[in-house]
C-alpha cells in the first residue's frame, strides 16, 4: 500500500504543474467578452462558457455542457427516449446540470474559478468549467 502511495506523488505534482490557471492574475487581463471551451470528457462532451472582464472582475457568466450529439444538458439529461426509466439516474444527472449554473454564479461572485467550489456529483461537469474558464482566460490575457 505505502508504495502505491509514493508512486502516486509525481503524478499529482505533474499534475499541478500543468494548470493553466495557477499562475492567473486577474489586473492583468484585458476587458471585453470572452468565450471558451474545454477539452472533450470521457462521454464526448464539451463545456462552453461566455464571459466579461471588466477592471480585473469577471461578471456575466454564462456557463452550459454540450453532450457529443451537440444537444445541451439541460431538463432532458438523464431520460431515455424523454423518459425518466431510473430516478436515481435522473436526479444525478439533474444535479449535474443545476451546478452549471452554481459555477457560473460562483465565478461571478468570487472572480477566481481556482476559488469556485466543486459542486458533490458534479465533478466532470467541475473539470469542464474549469477547462472553459482556462480557455477564455487565455484569450484575455493575449
Known amino acids: 500500500m505505502k508504495y502505491r502511495i509514493f508512486a502516486m ?7 499541478a504543474a500543468a494548470d493553466p490557471l495557477a499562475d492567473l492574475d486577474l489586473t492583468k487581463l484585458r476587458d471585453g467578452t470572452y468565450s471558451g471551451v474545454s477539452e472533450v470528457d470521457a462521454l464526448g462532451a464539451t463545456g462552453e462558457i461566455e464571459l466579461t472582464i471588466t477592471d480585473g472582475d469577471i461578471t456575466d457568466v454564462r456557463f452550459q455542457v454540450r453532450q457529443s450529439d451537440g444537444s445541451l444538458k ?14 436515481q439516474t435522473y436526479d444525478a444527472a439533474q444535479r449535474a446540470v443545476a451546478a452549471q449554473a452554481v459555477y457560473a454564479e460562483q ?17 466532470v461537469t467541475y473539470s469542464s468549467f474549469l477547462g472553459a474558464v482556462a480557455d ?7
Open 9 to 15: 506523488v509525481p503524478l499529482l505534482a505533474g499534475c
Open 74 to 87: 439541460d431538463a432532458e439529461y438523464g431520460k431515455v427516449a424523454g423518459k425518466i426509466v431510473a430516478q
Open 107 to 123: 465565478l461571478e461572485e468570487v472572480d477566481d474559478p481556482r476559488e469556485v467550489d466543486l459542486v458533490t456529483g458534479a465533478s
Open 136 to 142: 477564455a482566460l487565455a484569450k484575455a490575457r493575449a
